[in-house]
């Protein structure tokens, strides 16, 4: 049976395809050709869930954004299936940590020619996520994000949030990780899958294959720090820092004041008590 190809033609590199053809154009390199269906709704990408889990092909590809990405892995999660991802989007979260680039051409050698890998999602409160939960600044930034159309608007609204660091109310948080047991105060702190939230590296050694979520928090900063650490950020280098922490492990519990927002994939949730482990392997995924 041929592979399956969604396509979302409102994102990034294939913007503005109308047809098949015009998706094979686009897409000449693929060795195999694929059974395609292009939509820009959920309604659309609901109907290719269903019409995979009936005829049940080997493959699935995916080309669209993080959002679409992630709505269609988590439908066919059980069924037993290898997704070739096409990232497309303004930041492509998920592509990058499985080491595609963001060139078509990378997706698909990675189809043609790479290799199968076992990728790690996380679950929360019963909720698959693949990408990250993120409470303060970092749920705010999220938030803010929504939709964007390019990078650069995309990090226009991180660097604007992050410049709150300063005056954000600090968040009291209880957590248990593993055997280890915490209380601390902090502006943001975030539970990554992909080493990733919204237009930000925050964990840039995270690993989406072995088997453990990544946390990282910051603690509350001056007035004098804040310059400093606003810049480490964007550079990728905060987790060397003194007041960013990171730690590793495979079963979390947090314990949030009411009223505090917490962003899971692009849904907001407010949630005092956050039950988050890892599921190791969950998917299957074709890497370079």
Partial sequence: MK?????????GLLKGCQTAEEVKAQLSGLKTEPDITIGRTSDAIEKFIVKVKKDKPEKVYVAGGDGTI???????????????????????????????????????????????????????????????IGIGLVAQIMDRIGEQDSKKEVFKVAQQTVAELVTTDTIAVKMKADDRELEFETVWLTVTNTGRAAAAVVDPT?????????VVYCEPLSMTEIGRYAIAYMRNSHIREDKFHRLRAKNIELYLPEHIQVHIDGELKKWRRLNIEVLPAAIKVLVP
């Fill in 3 to 11: 592979p399956y190809l969604f396509i979302n033609p409102k994102a």
């Fill in 206 to 214: 995270s690993n989406v294959h072995d088997h453990l979520l990544d």
């Fill in 70 to 132: 992630s709505t269609i892995v988590k439908g066919l999660l059980d069924e037993d299936i290898t997704f070739g991802l096409i990232p497309t989007g303004s930041m492509n979260n998920i592509g990058q940590s499985i080491g595609l680039g963001d060139e078509l051409a990378d997706a698909i050698d990675a189809i043609n020619q790479g290799s199968v890998a076992a990728m790690d999602l996380g679950k929360v409160n019963g909720d698959i996520f693949i990408e990250s």
